[in-house]
């Protein structure tokens, strides 16, 4: 197993500074999120081989640059997965995951078992959530959504949004009106606003970082984006504007499926602008729709690998929605267990990542997103679109609204913790 170290730095600031040093000395680096042990100094580090760690030490003192360390890079062994193990520690299932547990890369075809052996699914989702709950706790966070546009220039064939579908009503938001929106997650205490819409150029870049301000001053909120492919210097101005996450899709990490998918949209060219937001020193979002046409076990294996290779931050990840008015209107919908089964074995394999339970899982089951919760998930989130605009952001059919109070109540179904900001806030409001 290739030995490596990590650096990890006080600011998002000083990590692209070293990175950018380091990358000079032409020392190949990856970036990753930093593993949960090492705390949240900052959530990316610096991974480099263990045979240039005088040379990086010998550049950081150089520059006088004090960081919070350099440490060698090995997975913390789980208690809760050393208990499981014990007593079944020869079955093929508790290999592969003993092998995941001492940061050993499993090969294809054990993710393949893993995915598609419903005899060990029980024990897979058990072990996700011993897991989660070891590395995250038992907070899930809840982010709000504004989804401020339906207008979309790109006509992916799985998307309600698509340009061709002129059965839609269309609509842009006011800023103003995704202001008021903005201020009323605030309120509910929600630290984190989505602004989701489809990639619509109307709104350029100066209306794009006029809203990150005004909502950055007027509420503190945390900003992640999801507009589609962008330019890197937008990508740049919106991050010194303020905003902290990008969440940029990919669906499938296989081209064909992905050209088929994406009919006016190159596969290198995503993977690229993933590049680029995480150079730019976003926290990096994306994920894969479970029953694409074409997709096999396999396929999806190679997601979870390529989300590793690719150091991704947050991983969405739901079953297909056939969609009226989209060339996949008649196909099955994606196979829930297996969208949770993804989901648990995301949780073991790539551990320290943010994992929503999607509106995807409710839209297809009442209690999908609970369940979702219970084999690894760590965040909800509900739609702050106002009530006029909601129905028409139909990126598939039937798209179940998700609300504070159906995030409240599915945590508490699954007995895990509402975030302390929004209890306060209700609270709050009920005795203010």
């Known amino acids: 197993m290739e030995s490596n170290y990590l650096l990890i730095c006080n600011s998002t600031n000083q990590m692209l500074q070293a990175n950018k040093l380091i990358n000079q000395r032409n020392i190949s680096t990856d970036l990753i999120p930093v593993p949960a042990e090492y705390g949240n100094i900052c959530n990316t580090g610096i991974r480099f081989s263990s045979e240039k760690l005088y040379l990086v030490k010998e550049l950081l003192n150089e520059q006088e640059m004090l960081v919070h360390g350099i440490f060698p890079l090995k997975p913390r062994r789980y208690e809760g997965i050393i208990q499981a193990l014990r007593d079944n520690a020869e079955n093929k299932f508790s290999k592969i995951i003993n092998k995941i547990h001492i940061g050993e890369v499993p090969t294809l075809s054990e993710l393949v078992y893993m995915l598609d052996t419903e005899q060990v699914e029980e024990r897979l989702f058990s072990l996700a959530n011993k897991l989660r709950e070891e590395i995250i706790g038992e907070e899930v966070e809840i982010r709000g959504a504004i989804e401020f546009s339906n207008i979309c220039k790109k006509n992916c064939n799985y998307c309600g949004l698509r340009r061709s579908n002129n059965k839609l009503l269309r609509y842009r938001m006011s800023v103003e009106e995704i202001l008021i929106a903005a201020q009323e997650l605030s309120e509910m205490g929600i630290k984190t606003v989505i602004l989701q819409s489809g990639e619509d150029s109307w709104y350029d870049t100066s209306t794009i970082v006029e809203i990150i301000t005004k909502i950055r001053q007027q509420t503190g909120l945390k900003i992640t984006l999801s507009l589609g492919e962008r330019t890197k210097e937008e990508y740049e101005i919106f991050r010194e504007a303020g905003a902290s996450n990008y969440l940029l899709k990919i669906e499938t990490s296989d081209e064909e499926i992905f050209a088929q998918a994406h009919p006016d949209d190159d596969f290198n060219t ?126 598939y059919d039937d798209k179940r609204f998700v609300d504070l109070d159906n995030a409240l109540t599915a945590i508490r179904n699954t007995k895990r913790k509402i975030p302390q900001t929004i209890t306060d806030q209700m609270l709050y409001h009920k005795h203010g």
């Open 270 to 395: 995503r993977v690229k602008h993933l590049k680029w937001l995480k150079e730019l020193g976003y926290l990096v979002g994306s994920g894969n729709i479970i029953g694409l046409p074409g997709q096999t076990s396999e396929t999806i294996a190679k997601d979870l690998i390529f989300f590793r290779n690719m150091g991704i931050h947050m991983i969405g990840i739901g079953p297909l929605i056939p969609t009226a008015n989209t060339p996949y209107s008649e196909l099955p919908q994606g196979d829930i267990n297996l969208s949770l089964r993804t989901i648990a074995l995301t949780r073991l394999f790539l551990r320290n990542v943010f994992i929503p339970a999607t509106t995807a899982l409710a839209t297809l089951h009442p209690a999908a997103q609970e369940w979702g919760l219970e084999v690894g998930a760590n965040k909800l989130m509900i739609i702050a679109t106002p009530a006029k605009y909601r129905a028409a952001y139909c990126i």
